[in-house]
């Protein structure tokens, strides 16, 4: 009994040091297109890394950013003065969620070729918190963004994205909204 005691318990442990350590569920695309040409191995290391990526972006995650970015990982279109590497998207998250705390990213579209994979995200909230001075007062956020990542060995290596800046800028009360003169 004692040994049947031990091996149950040690099992419980190896459980819950597994649980503990489990990934969060990952975002899925609305809309998915995959090259077939492409080995499916691949492809899922790819889109596993994307998705991880994204999800960060959805939760706030860092271990899931970490996990998605190659330790060499380069920002092709960071703003000016922001640092490269891990760094660079950790403190725009940060940024991000100091301005809007409920932030959520859903993927519109992704879509794998070659060593490229092109996400097509969508990102709500309200800005209740703080953003250059500005102090949110619950305002809707709602724009959109297009992400290309290039991938290796299952991690993204390279990021080029584009976000419309005019949109986020105007709901975050930095620029006046069309047809409002400041």
Not at 61 to 68: I, M, N, Y
Not at 120 to 144: E, M, P, V, W
Request: aromatic share 6%; hydrophobic share 45%.
């Amino acid at each position: 009994m004692l040994r049947s005691l031990r091996a149950f318990s040690a099992a419980a442990v190896v459980l819950l040091a597994a649980s503990a350590h489990a990934e969060p569920a990952l975002l899925q695309p609305h809309a998915l297109i995959v090259d077939g040409s492409l080995p499916k191995a691949q492809a899922e290391a790819q889109m596993l890394a994307a998705r991880r990526y994204d999800t960060f972006w959805h939760t706030g995650d860092e271990t899931l950013a970490k996990a998605a970015l190659a330790p060499d990982f380069t920002d092709r279109t960071p703003p000016p003065g922001r640092a490269q590497g891990l760094a660079c998207p950790l403190a725009a998250s940060k940024l991000m969620r100091a301005a809007i705390p409920d932030l959520s990213c859903e993927i519109e579209q992704m879509l794998v070729a070659g060593d490229r994979v092109v996400t097509h995200l969508h990102f709500r909230g309200h800005f209740t918190g703080h953003f250059k001075g500005s102090q949110g007062r619950g305002q809707a956020i709602d724009f959109i963004a297009t992400d290309i990542y290039r991938v290796a060995d299952g991690r993204i290596t390279d990021n080029w994205h584009l976000e419309d800046n005019l949109i986020l800028l105007q709901q975050l009360a930095q620029l006046p909204a069309p047809g409002k003169s400041s």
